[in-house]
């Protein structure tokens, strides 16, 4: 599976839009890429994931460059239970997943 | 409904005890992950059932370790002769159908954290 890069931690307003990048240079055409993240003391969440187009759910929307070497993570309102640690994920399918540091998103009031 | 549960939360062994941890994953989900997550790191994957057969234990660290998941629901991760290096967060997921499927979000517990003195 393609690795992932992110920063290791980025700061956000309370109401604000939070955009997390990852680089995924090495992705190859059948792989996807998935969000999970992680709040203190619990287990991962799904958050979203995409092939090549732009996707928007109830929690985030997810947008993929053209050349699909990258790819934005935006929670459009961020609130103080939006801070966690976001995973950018690349792989074939949702299994095995092969989670990196992820980014420590922090939300300040 | 419920998600995934794990017990118990915390667990303190003595180096070279046995430990077993145990997941409830959600009901009718036929796949089941087991992961360890070390201080500061992102989980890593050990194992993985489909009911209850086990087809994937490659990231097992070593013949310590040891998973079943004999009627294809409730899962248990032994580790045996524990060393220090074993102390971390032991995850469990579910997912509803078999893995490999795209669209196959997988469901974590909160997680067993192990701490081995």
């Known amino acids: 599976d393609a690795k992932t890069t992110q920063p290791p931690s980025m700061d956000c307003a309370e109401g604000r839009a939070a955009n997390l990048p990852c680089n995924h240079s090495?992705?190859?055409?059948?792989?996807?890429v998935y969000w999970y993240r992680q709040i203190h003391s619990q287990g991962p969440q799904y958050i979203i994931h995409g092939l090549k187009n732009n996707e928007t759910n109830e929690m985030a929307s997810l947008i993929i460059t053209e050349d699909r070497k990258s790819s934005t993570l935006i929670l459009p309102h961020a609130t103080l239970r939006d801070t966690a640690v976001y995973y950018c994920i690349v792989g074939g399918s949702n299994y095995k997943l092969t989670f990196g540091k992820g980014t420590l998103l922090t939300v300040n009031p | 409904g419920a998600g995934v549960s794990q017990s118990p939360r915390y667990k303190v062994a003595k180096r070279g005890q046995d430990v077993a941890l145990r997941c409830d994953p959600i009901s009718g989900h036929v796949s089941l992950f087991w992961y360890q997550q070390a201080l500061g790191q992102g989980p890593e994957f050990l194992t993985y059932f489909q009911n209850e057969a086990q087809l994937d234990k490659s990231g097992l660290p070593s013949d310590r370790f040891f998973a079943e998941r004999p009627e294809g629901s409730v899962s248990t991760l032994k580790i045996q002769r524990t060393q220090q290096e074993d102390s971390a967060v032991y995850l469990c997921?579910?997912?509803?159908?078999?893995?490999?499927?795209?669209?196959?979000?997988?469901?974590f517990g909160p997680g067993t954290r192990l701490l081995v003195l």
């Open positions: 090495t992705i190859s055409g059948n792989e996807y």
């Open positions: 997921a579910s997912s509803q159908g078999s893995a490999g499927g795209v669209k196959e979000t997988q469901y």
